[in-house]
């Protein structure tokens, strides 16, 4: 008796592992799992919305939002922005790992492992930008049969409703993840490369590449028509006697003359004469583009000499915008210098005075200048002390300006009248 009672003991246990095994068994529902997910997997790299929405727990919610990527955005879209996702989209391709496929008719809930592969299109898109090329060149390189891949890894989660699985992505984050590329497509521009812009280069205000006794230089690139209306971002360099003297930032210019210069408004180490002229020697300008390419490449001649200021170099003097030396109801008024035409191109360092009716009202700071016009200012924007009258006009009175030299030599002594009416 008692062997029997084990007997049936251990039967009763095989029954039971028999039953609950079974009931697990009937849970898991991976193979419906599967034929779902390689649907919905589907219909994403054919990119086919219906299908998408269709097996969608929330399809209706991302329909809007799905048909507007797949359209483009923008109904200004071009025909290269739909032939550049196109091809991205014809190398969409995926692949479940159906060893991780877990399933509870139960709970209502499955999930499944799928990566999807595409052209890396952002890659692509740099190096055809570096290489100079186009919408074309772009195209053909997203289709080209070792162009480089990306893998989007994924978790497909489901969930059982009404006896069918459906694909569960709040929001369609990550359907929109896939999808990414129609909208950053848009920001896809192709820019022709600015050399092919460049109509002719040129040494500005030089004698045929020569420069006497000037205290800059400027290489400019003239455009071409349709270079004129295109923003020119550039760097460039400047070397003396094969040395490299200068590098510039950035540089962004447009117009009919897209300016490179060097001298000490641009270079504080720039080396100078007393006169402020540049050293004498070969200066050879070279402008890239962003991409390090030469976009002009010329030397020019620069002769100096170190002249010392004076009385010889200047012309005459003027009361600038003055009647006869006299100005009415003014608050600026202004003693220039005009150098002879040989000493137009150097640069005058000096200092100088201001008095009214015998008294010194006004020093300069060390000032410099250079051109037609040698300019020697007085007024409230120059002396924060300067008198002035109820309108704000300087008061009246004999003012004489005196500039010297940096020895001190007295280059100009002039005297005009103010008036107040």
Request: net charge negative.
């Amino acid at each position: 008796m008692k062997a029997s009672k084990k007997l049936i003991a251990s039967a009763l246990c095989v029954s039971m592992l028999a039953s609950l095994g079974g009931c697990a068994m009937f849970d898991r529902d991976d193979e419906a799992v599967l034929a779902v997910a390689d649907d919905y997997a589907s219909a994403i790299v054919r990119c086919k919305a219906r299908d998408i929405e269709a097996l969608m727990v929330n399809g209706d919610d991302i329909k809007r939002d799905l048909e507007t990527a797949l359209s483009g955005y923008s109904m200004d879209s071009s025909d290269d922005y739909y032939d550049e996702v196109d091809a991205i989209a014809d190398s969409l391709s995926y692949e479940i790992y159906e060893d991780t496929v877990e399933s509870s008719k139960k709970n209502a809930e499955a999930s499944v492992s799928v990566t999807y592969t595409l052209v890396d299109y952002n890659a692509i898109f740099l190096q055809v930008t570096e290489d100079g090329g186009n919408e074309d060149d772009f195209i053909a390189a997203l289709k080209a049969s070792d162009a480089p891949m990306q893998q989007i890894s994924q978790t497909m989660d489901l969930v059982y409703e009404d006896g069918e699985w459906l694909v569960e992505d709040k929001n369609g984050k990550n359907l929109f993840a896939i999808y990414a590329f129609y909208d950053e497509a848009m920001d896809f521009e192709f820019v022709m490369p600015l050399s092919t812009y460049v109509d002719e280069i040129e040494w500005y205000y030089s004698d045929d590449g020569v420069y006497v006794n000037y205290d800059e230089i400027e290489l400019d690139i003239i455009p071409t028509n349709e270079g004129t209306q295109i923003p020119f971002e550039f760097t460039y360099e400047y070397y003396r006697d094969g040395e490299l003297i200068y590098t510039s930032g950035v540089c962004t210019d447009q117009g009919y003359w897209i300016e490179a210069y060097y001298g000490p408004n641009y270079d504080p180490n720039c080396e100078t004469l007393r006169s402020g002229c540049l050293v004498s020697g070969e200066y050879r300008c070279v402008i890239y583009d962003l991409a390090g390419n030469v976009l002009a490449d010329s030397t020019c001649t620069v002769e100096s000499e170190d002249i010392e200021l004076s009385t010889d170099l200047i012309d005459y003097t003027e009361w600038y915008f003055s009647y006869n030396d006299v100005y009415t109801n003014e608050d600026t008024i202004e003693l220039d210098i005009i150098p002879r035409s040989s000493a137009q191109n150097i640069t005058w360092t000096f200092t100088y005075e201001y008095y009214r009716d015998g008294e010194l009202i006004f020093t300069s700071d060390v000032c410099t200048d250079s051109g037609y016009w040698i300019e020697a200012y007085y007024g409230p924007n120059y002396d924060p002390a300067a008198e002035l009258s109820a309108d704000g006009d300087l008061v009246a009175g004999e003012y004489r300006c005196v500039i010297y030299d940096l020895d001190g030599n007295v280059l100009a002594d002039s005297t005009c009248t103010v008036e107040e009416d």
